[in-house]
């Protein structure tokens, strides 16, 4: 076989019904030309099973064991053991359509001004329900619409990267268990290229087991982000734009709060309201109001709703809420 062109790398920890399936979408690419490293970051043995099994039947898989790191850690590591052009990225919880590395390649050889490429998700919620991400309104990627909008890159199992490009900077952050990612494309984008290919190739499942699925880990991990970019940048534009990105998470809590409320999940309910204002103290004149357009009322209804929905917590039965 050629010489490698991707290596792909696959942190996994204990999903064993899960890493199969993922291990196999890649096996399954059009593209054939890559290295798939196996870097099992934890002691549960069932992985070693699947993987010593894999490597195996396939000489492009590779077997990496790690004793007590994370996925973090896990990523950085594979991405350090390869020698090739590109890196991609696949949770072992997820798949790829099989032309997935074929069609981001493709990108890299019209746009040669690219440095990575992410593509569109299908979201799998439990159930067997399935939505698609949102098409981006421009296929470039910037600082400002990372900022403003969040996390717009779904997951690093939508990536490919040059890998000289990747190593240009410092590596994921192991301080964030959530928000590595967007760490990460926050600082690659201001240094280089990230375009956004609008294909639907990997599936993203969504279960109990993503720690991504709570708004408030999330959300304060990516503020922790944003500050910490914040009290580094010093450009006095992006410094304000950062500041404007924090508190933009009112509103982003201030959604949560609604849903919360309306499933008479009222703690968290009363803990996201009191976010919203606290991250935008204004954030009651940032949102429509369907009656009573008073701007004091509106000011002072969110206000009101988290204390309301916090007596209404002290009432409530504990199974209802979380």
């Not at 201030?254 to 009191?274: G, I, N």
């Amino acid at each position: 076989m050629d010489k490698p062109e991707i290596s792909v790398i696959i942190p996994a920890f204990s999903r064993t019904d899960f890493l199969e399936s993922a291990v196999r979408s890649v096996l399954s690419q059009t593209f054939r030309n890559f290295e798939l490293f196996i870097v099992h970051n934890g002691g549960n043995d069932g992985p070693r099973e699947v993987a010593e099994r894999l490597v195996r039947e396939d000489s492009r898989v590779k077997y990496f064991h790690l004793q007590e790191a994370g996925a973090v850690a896990a990523r950085n590591f594979g991405a350090g053991a390869a020698r090739v052009d590109y890196l991609a990225f696949l949770d072992d919880d997820d798949e790829w359509m099989m032309s997935k590395l074929e069609r981001q390649l493709k990108v890299f050889g019209e746009f040669p001004e690219t440095d990575l490429v992410y593509c569109r998700a299908v979201r799998v919620f439990e159930g067997g329900r399935e939505e698609e991400d949102k098409i981006a309104a421009d296929p470039h990627i910037t600082f400002e619409q990372l900022v403003i909008e969040g996390c717009t890159l779904r997951s690093l199992s939508g990536v490919l990267v040059e890998r000289k490009k990747f190593q240009g900077i410092p590596a994921f952050d192991a301080q964030y268990d959530v928000a590595n990612d967007y760490d990460y494309y926050l600082r690659f984008v201001l240094k280089y290229s990230i375009r956004f290919l609008d294909e639907v190739l990997y599936r993203y499942y969504c279960h109990s087991g993503n720690l991504s699925n709570s708004p408030d880990i999330r959300f304060k991990e990516t503020i922790r982000v944003l500050r910490k970019r914040r009290s580094e940048e010093t450009d006095p534009a992006r410094r304000r734009l950062l500041k404007k990105g924090i508190s933009r998470y009112g509103r982003r809590y201030f959604a949560e709060a609604v849903d919360a409320a309306d499933r008479k999940d009222y703690r968290a309910a009363s803990k996201y309201y009191f976010s919203a204002v606290y991250y935008m103290p204004s954030v009651g004149l940032n949102v429509e109001w369907s009656r009573y357009p008073n701007r004091g009322y509106k000011f002072l209804r969110p206000y009101l709703l988290a204390a309301i929905c916090a007596l209404r917590s002290l009432n409530a039965p504990k199974s209802a809420s979380r």
